[in-house]
T-cell receptor
Framework: GAGVSQSPRYKVAKRGQDVALRCDPI?????LFWYQQALGQGPEFLTY????????KSGLPSDRFFAERPEGSVSTLKIQRTQQEDSAVYLC???????????FGPGTRLTVL | GENVEQHPSTLSVQEGDSAVIKCTYS??????FPWYKQELGKGPQLIID?????GEKKDQRIAVTLNKTAKHFSLHITETQPEDSAVYFC???????????????FGSGTQLTVLP
């Protein structure tokens, strides 16, 4: 079946621009996670949704980062007024429940110039 | 919070040899330890996982061992093949309460190169 998909795969933004990154989880997966992966590093947790409820946003680095999942399926990670340090790969993962295996999408590589 | 350290950062082996990657974790409450393989331009793919009530788990050429007392776990790949070349990440997670999310804390990764 279809896995987790993310779009766009690559995004180049000028510093100060807003960006929106999309995640389509596996159908029926209740839980959705966003991670940030800097070059040469492991993914770092950003936020977690159970259905449409954002239950944990402790990893969001600043109030410029905002995530939503209004209908409990597709999620969008928005970054306002992008900075160079926001350059990274943003990974989305989903699982049937919060305690099950997390399946990752291919990620969106964001480059802020 | 949890801290996961992973060694080595790079590992080169000859095809057919074994590869071992080691991780340590800091929080004794961690109870789930997955290993992911990440190929260039792709997202991490789960290859094996182990829970804290098990000391060892094997799946064909891949095995993982867990030592809860020492708070370390290892990935073993036998009979390595060129297609095993990738970055491997260990991770640890705590289930804070029943049914809650498993927030994964990842190691920094190991670039494995299998030389033909």
């Amino acid at each position: 079946g279809a896995g987790v998909s993310q779009s766009p795969r690559y995004k180049v933004a000028k510093r100060g621009q807003d960006v929106a990154l999309r995640c389509d989880p596996i159908s029926g997966h209740v839980s959705l996670f966003w991670y940030q992966q800097a070059l040469g590093q492991g993914p770092e947790f950003l936020t977690y949704f159970q259905n449409e409820a954002q239950l944990d946003k402790s990893g969001l680095p600043s109030d410029r980062f905002f995530a939503e999942r209004p209908e409990g399926s597709v999620s969008t990670l928005k970054i306002q007024r992008t900075q160079q340090e926001d350059s990274a790969v943003y990974l989305c993962a989903s699982s049937r429940t919060g305690t099950d295996t997390q399946y990752f999408g291919p990620g969106t590589r964001l480059t802020v110039l | 919070g949890e801290n996961v350290e992973q060694h080595p950062s790079t590992l080169s082996v000859q095809e057919g040899d074994s590869a071992v990657i080691k991780c340590t974790y800091s929080d004794s409450a961690s109870n789930y330890f997955p290993w992911y393989k990440q190929e260039l331009g792709k997202g991490p793919q789960l290859i094996i996982d182990i829970r804290s009530n098990v000391g060892e788990k094997k799946d064909q050429r891949i095995a993982v061992t867990l030592n809860k007392t020492a708070k370390h776990f290892s990935l073993h790949i036998t009979e390595t093949q060129p297609e095993d070349s990738a970055v491997y990440f260990c991770a640890a997670s705590i289930r804070i309460r029943q049914g809650s999310a498993r927030q994964l804390t990842f190691g920094s990764g190991t670039q494995l190169t299998v030389l033909p």
